[in-house]
């Protein structure tokens, strides 16, 4: 299969860096939303269930639209979709903060919000960067790209604890809203569609003909199940990990603190496992991430609580925490190839939110019911070992279709 040469006029390494940030900006603001509960569930007057249905409906409509916003990206260009999606993002968070009431933060944070990171975040981005970026080099440049989401939770977490501490909730989402409208003008280096000069796509095909082709590959079901286990894993964490602490006796400080080191963990984690998945059967790479965050949840709950053994399970778990994204996406790449990518793996990441609502409502409901997270625990490192052991029938060669061209 022949691929036409790179256009010097979108150089891979400005769609990359482009990407990055804007993922950079959108995860950031996105992995600080655990640090609002305490405060706007006491202004408002909701429990901890309320907060975490609307961070559950958030994580839903991020899935349920991707693949329809991966779709649009794959036709009109990726930058259209982000720009359309930094607006939205900007609007859900102001809205955040005129909520009074449960019904009013489950449609700002919840349905706002989680439509707008559909069209901010990896699924858009990353086909962009995967039409100019060599098969080779795909897996290190999604790795690159996925990190750009934990530089931001290690910057933006810290900075909204700071003005969460000083001026409040109110004014801290403002602030969150101008950082995710700046995602608007990044989206400049990531225009461009799938018939721009320059751009590395496969024979054409029609998204009715990718759908039917990935619909009957059993190795594509299996990557659906193993994503949905670590958008519960992530959506528990982020979501209810600072409280879990805090109720520990920890103080609410040290939730931004562990949710800080994990973007800084997973700057190197993501970039480690997108390089691993240049040189190792990616579907293997995963099969040990999963079962390996399965043992370190494991040793967080068996190991005393203190505020140490807090901080070395956030560095071990952002080690681990994205480096799915690369790998999983890179396995959707490689088997389907890239000209509908965005669809594809905006597909699979359904099933990442279809966990996320579970990991983050669940878990609270869990909680009011008990008194404590011990269940959910329990089922994260069940579900980390299930993950494990599906990674590992995958079927990832290139379709026949792409193996004759």
Known sequence: MSSPAISPMKKPWVVIVCAAFIVTLAMGVRQSFGL???QMSVDIGISRSDFGLAMALQNLLFGLVQPFVGALADKHGAGRVVLCGALLYALGLIGAAFATDAIGLHISFGLLIGMAQSATTFVVVLGAVGRVVSPEKRSSAFGIVTAGGSLGQFLVVPLASMLLGNIGYHETLWIMAGLVALCGLLAIGVSGRTDTPGTLVDEEQSAREALREAAVHRGYWLLNAGFFVCGFHIAFIATHLP?????????????AQ????????NILGSYVFGRAGDFLRQKYVLSALYTARSAVIALFLFLPLSHASALVFAGAMGFLWLGTVPLTSGIVGRVFGIRHLSM????????HQLGSFFGAYTAGLIFDATG??????????????????VHLPIADAPVKRLQQA
């Open 258 to 265: 562990v949710l800080a080191l994990v973007g800084l963990f």
């Open 243 to 255: 409280a879990y602490l805090d109720d520990k006796g920890l103080g609410i400080e040290i939730g």
């Open 36 to 38: 609002f509960l305490p």
């Open 344 to 351: 594809l793996y905006g597909i699979v990441f359904l099933s």
């Open 372 to 389: 404590s997270y011990n269940i959910a625990w329990g089922f994260s490192i069940a579900l980390g070992l299930f993950a494990g052991v």
